[in-house]
């Protein structure tokens, strides 16, 4: 009992004795401190980030691209040159053979010669909003691509992608398809280009130089979310997927190209497999104010993949769109026994290869 009430006194005294007056210093006293051998020390605006006014467009552009360090993602998609890809007139064609797909869940199915393994997709409307559905099959019921489409004007923002595969059907013939939706008002046209063996080792050559060469962006997974403002001179972008030094798996995204506050003037749902990378695709950016929004929609620990955005085509140096039939059209190869298989792509007759 003694015990107790001694130290409560000794409490009481405690709580009721005069506290020691501690000098901290002010944020100015903080902020003049010197050092006798380096002199005064300075404190950059922002931690000596770059800043810049979020109305003045192009000085946000030019302080980010010029002021970021080289080990971090550039904030804007700019450059001084359309990519030389832009000049290959068998890359990425918008002057196929195309097919009209009524809406309404109408469907067109392309089966791949065996020996192929990459294939070019170009697919838009007349000036309606334009919203399809890429789908790989390998086998019955195993789905190793997907590509969901939904823009609002499907003649100034087509689509148009390339898909990687494995040339081989030993679990089934490879199938694509590409359908619309249930929408009878949003018809479809759609062009299919199934490449060679040559032609897809001389893309896979353009692609592994463009890799290597572009700061490469890191999605982890869990509905991470990547902003990426393109610059007003950019007329479209090209995307490059892969996740082959980030696990190896399969990715599943959504892309948002908002022009505006929230406003998704295209918006894509894609999903491609280890066997089905890399994804390289371009996309259409006519006008100002573009950006890009990446969200990863896999798991944390399954969803890891890498991507790039850089330009395809610029402004003033664009090449024009030509009226002549882009090469190897209206098939996959120069002559129609190419892969033995004869004319069997898909709804596609009377080729004339030249």
């Known amino acids: 009992m003694k015990i107790i009430q001694a130290f409560c006194a000794l409490t009481t005294v405690t709580a009721f004795a005069p506290q020691q007056s501690i000098n901290r210093p002010t944020q100015t006293a903080i902020n003049s401190l010197t050092d006798s051998a380096f002199g005064p020390k300075e404190h950059e605006i922002n931690g000596g980030l770059p800043t810049f006014n979020p109305p003045s467009r192009d000085r946000s552009q030019d302080e980010y691209a010029n002021d970021t360090p080289a080990t971090l993602a550039p904030y804007a998609v700019t450059g001084d040159r359309s990519s030389e890809l832009s000049y290959d007139p068998a890359a990425f064609p918008k002057n196929l053979p195309l097919q009209q797909i009524q809406g309404g869940n109408s469907r067109l199915t392309y089966k791949m010669p065996q020996g192929a393994d990459r294939a070019q997709i170009f697919i838009q ?13 390998l086998g019955p019921i195993r789905r190793v691509h997907f590509m969901d489409i939904s823009c609002m004007n499907g003649a100034e923002t087509p689509y148009r992608g390339c898909i990687k595969f494995k040339n081989t059907d030993s679990a089934g013939p490879q199938t694509l398809e590409i359908s619309t939706s249930d929408d009878s008002a949003f018809p479809a046209l759609v062009g299919v280009d199934v490449m060679t063996n040559e032609r897809s080792k001389e893309r896979q050559a353009v692609f592994d130089e463009i890799w290597k060469s572009s700061t490469k962006l890191y999605s982890q997974g869990d509905k991470t979310v990547r902003s990426i403002p393109i610059a007003d001179h950019v ?7 892969w996740s082959k030094d980030v696990g190896k798996k399969s990715f599943k ?15 894509y749902e894609l999903q491609c497999g280890g066997g089905t990378q890399p994804y390289h695709a371009v996309f259409d950016t006519p006008g100002n104010g573009w ?18 955005v850089v330009p395809y085509e610029l402004e003033d140096d664009a090449v ?6 882009a090469p190897y059209y209206n098939g996959f190869a120069e ?11 898909g709804p596609h007759g009377n080729r004339i290869y030249t």
């Open 253 to 267: 995204v959504n892309v948002e190209m908002l022009q505006g506050p929230n406003c998704k003037r295209q918006y």
């Open 125 to 137: 409307s007349n000036g309606r909003p334009l919203k399809a559905r890429v789908e790989l099959w």
């Open 291 to 308: 950006t890009m929004r990446w969200t990863n929609t896999k798991t944390l620990h399954d969803g890891s993949h890498e991507f790039v």
């Open 335 to 345: 002559r129609s026994d190419e892969f033995g298989y004869g004319d069997t792509l």
């Open 235 to 241: 007329k479209s972008v090209q995307l490059l997927v």
């Open 320 to 325: 024009g769109e030509s009226d002549d039939m």
